[in-house]
């Protein structure tokens, strides 16, 4: 029996709590009972709630129970209460304090106390310090201390094909059986890498292949530690033994792209494969892409282009380990401009290939960043294989190891994005550095400077609307925007004295009132759109602050585009922790924000935190949107009034065939919800129970289907990325 109170709160002579409880069986429900020190057992309000993400980390969603719960009892302040729970003859007990609970849970502290003790630990704490003081400083600490660390390497074992599975494949046969062309571009390998390189591809369970080693390391060279000769025949022994290795040895050096280059001359396959001269396949790496080419054949769909997931590879006493996977989304523009976060396994089209012109040596460095655009960009089926196919060899020189050896290559890769940009219409974007190496930031030149109308409902809490509209009208350098302030039912005095400041102090604010009782964000949003006379629509809550003073020129700079449907920014509590950077899509059973309670300065999964790409959602406290497109979408759904409302209009933005955009670099404060509460009383819990119901059955299969956005092997149950535990969360057949 397991139980977690969500909050514990009074109003006037009642306690009200809510929080879940689950018995060890997903059939038998858990008993509650309230008692007071002074006055004994407590008469109590129930009301029961259905519970998704405690129902699918618990019982895989079998469970036909309402596991969450809402108490509301008469409340004596001068008594001291205990909640029990009882299933059978089983009981735990806690206690009851206003503002918390007993929430049991604990964190194995010792082991972590020596990993605060590593350099680039100690450093980045130190950045953090420098940049934004002793709070963030320590709770930075306190974040180590308590974070799950992921064993990938022992991980790994739960996926990798059985031998069974692999002996299968050795035998299977498609419709198609496509020969791939692996290219090898070579400069001096070390043996032991260049042997377990080819023993890597003669392994593949899959056998039309042929492998094309292009040696660049140059005729008649011999350093101290290298003999061009010998590797040369080391490479022709591997011809002379498996008629599907072909090799050429090239005069000199020229460069990555024109010795892969060299390799593709020899190509005489279907589709073209990049290998790394280091680097290792998994087994089964051309068998998936064959499968998976076959595939989407039988719904006529012909494959282009394919990428998988990779990690890295490195030797730990002698034995190979395995770390840093990186478990990738489906295609996601947005990202790619970012970085190259589709990098390695990369497989592509000859015909398309042949179409581009192959690698080009101005990009020598990020070559293959260059190559991927032009690729993506006459492409019409790019496929993603959730499954780690590549490995890739950290060594000393390896930007595996450290970006900041081959600052060459970033600089290449920036060029690569600003012509990649040009070539699809984008126009001269600006590219620079992210805050962190290893990432890029690019800027979308603004067509015009369009009217914006930023759409603020609000109920009460004047300082919070007066510090919103503020930073709106000061600090914002776009200035052509109106603000629409939607009158939410109000009951201050000083709250309508405060609208009458505003009005007159800014002649592009008005204040409109919403003529309805209660609280429905999408009818009052829904409603200003008559009022509001902009192209651009701003959704902004009223408890939010602009960091950057171009926070609307860079969310304006992403909107403009013909592709966009929607764009989203980044927010952050008053203590610089994140409260949204994107949403995905099935997270605890429906939907949530990602990297909640990370530091601003924190390095997240593979920097998504940091970088612009695509989600299936952003959240309306900050969304800018086209007014074109959500006339067409139809706005809102109203009957979804609190919950929910802004996932559901980013999913019909995105059956429209349009992106939904998240941006780091536009940045707020959000000091949450304030003017709406929590769902603290048996009316919410019901109205956001019914809520949950709409949601899941108009995108069931959405929820089923998995978010393309995120990555299957990740799990559901926490905003980290962290790696799926397959106990709680199995994946389907």
Not at 410 to 415: D, H, I, K
Not at 652 to 677: I, M, T
Request: proline share 3%.
């Amino acid at each position: 029996m397991k139980y977690y109170i969500d909050s514990i709160q009074t109003r006037n002579s009642e306690m009200v709590l809510s929080g879940w409880a689950v018995s060890d069986s997903p059939d038998v429900p858990v008993e509650i009972e309230i008692v007071g020190k002074k006055n004994g057992k407590i008469p109590f309000t129930r009301t029961d709630a259905g519970r998704f993400d405690v129902n699918r980390e618990f019982f895989l969603g079998k469970s036909e129970l309402k596991l969450g719960f809402c108490i509301t009892f008469s409340y004596d302040s001068q008594d001291t209460y205990e909640i029990i729970f009882r299933v059978g003859g089983k009981t735990l007990k806690g206690k009851l304090a206003v503002g918390g609970g007993v929430k049991g849970k604990h964190y194995v502290l010792f082991p972590r106390l020596r990993l605060l003790f590593r350099r680039d630990t100690i450093s980045r704490g130190m950045a953090i310090l420098r940049q934004y003081g002793w709070k963030a400083f320590f709770k930075k600490l306190a974040g180590k201390l308590k974070k799950r660390r992921d064993n990938y390497h022992d991980w790994r074992v739960q996926v990798q094909p059985s031998l069974a599975e692999l002996a299968g494949q050795r035998e299977a046969r498609f419709a198609f059986m496509p020969k791939f062309s692996i290219l090898v571009p070579l400069y001096r390998t070390p043996g032991n890498f260049l042997s377990e390189m080819v023993k890597s591809v003669q392994e593949q369970t899959y056998g039309n292949w042929e492998l094309c080693l292009a040696d660049g390391s140059g005729m008649g060279q011999v350093a101290e530690d290298f003999d061009g000769d010998e590797f040369f025949r080391q490479i022709q022994n591997y011809q002379k033994s498996d008629k599907r290795i072909r090799c050429v040895r090239l005069p000199e050096n020229l460069g990555i792209a024109g010795n892969t280059n060299a390799a593709l001359s020899m190509a005489e396959g279907d589709y073209i494969v990049l290998l790394d001269h280091d680097d290792i396949l998994t087994e089964d790496a051309l068998y998936e892409c064959a499968f998976r080419i076959n595939r989407e054949a039988e719904k006529n769909r012909k494959v282009q282009i394919l990428y998988s997931d990779e990690d890295k590879l490195t030797l730990k006493k002698g034995r190979a380990f395995y770390f840093d996977a990186h478990f990738k989304p489906d295609f996601n523009p947005d990202l790619l401009r970012s970085m190259n976060y589709i990098s390695h396994l990369f497989v592509v089209e000859k015909a398309l290939v042949k179409q581009i012109g192959g690698f080009r040596t101005e990009f020598d460095g990020s070559q293959d960043y260059d190559f991927v655009f032009r690729c993506i960009e006459q492409a019409d089926v790019i496929c993603h294989i959730p499954k780690v196919l590549y490995h890739w060899r950290v060594n000393e020189g390896s930007t595996a190891e450290d970006p900041k050896k081959k600052l060459y290559a970033f600089e290449a890769g920036a060029r690569a994005i600003k012509a990649h940009c040009e070539r699809i219409g984008l126009g001269a974007v600006e590219v620079e550095e992210n805050e962190v190496l290893g990432a890029y930031r690019v800027r979308y030149p603004l067509k015009e400077e369009p009217l914006v109308s930023v759409i603020i409902p609000s109920k009460d809490h004047t300082k919070d609307l007066c510090v919103c509209v503020k930073s709106l009208m000061e600090k914002a350098t776009y200035k052509n925007i109106e603000v629409i302030v939607v009158e939410n039912n109000s009951t201050e005095e000083e709250t309508f004295q405060c609208y009458e400041e505003l009005e007159a102090a800014y002649e592009n604010l008005r204040v409109i009132k919403w003529p309805q009782k209660g609280f429905n964000f999408s009818a009052i949003n829904n409603y200003a759109l008559s009022y509001a006379k902009g192209e651009y629509l701003l959704f902004l809550n009223n408890d939010t602050e602009l960091i950057d003073q171009d926070c609307i020129e860079e969310l304006l700079g992403f909107c403009q585009r013909d592709e966009v449907g929607i764009v989203g920014a980044q927010l952050f509590y008053d203590d610089d922790t994140i409260q949204h950077a994107g949403v995905v899509v099935g997270y605890k059973g429906i939907a949530g924000h990602v990297f909640t309670g990370f530091h601003r300065g924190e390095k997240t999964y593979f920097l998504r935190s940091m970088c612009a790409q695509d989600y299936s959602a952003v959240t309306a406290a900050c969304m800018m949107t086209k007014r074109n497109i959500f006339e067409e979408a139809g706005g809102f759904d109203e009957g979804l009034a609190v919950a929910f409302n802004d996932i559901d209009y980013c999913l019909k933005v995105r059956k429209l065939g349009k992106l939904v955009v998240y941006n780091p670099f536009a940045r707020l404060y959000h000091y949450e919800s304030k003017s709406r509460g929590i769902e603290d009383t048996p009316e919410k819990i019901l109205r956001f129970d019914q809520e949950v119901e709409t949601f899941r059955d108009r995108w069931k299969e959405v929820l089923e289907e998995g978010d393309p956005y995120y990555n299957p092997n990740l799990t559901l149950l926490s905003p980290d990325f962290s790696l799926r535990n397959f106990e709680k969360e199995p994946l389907k057949s």
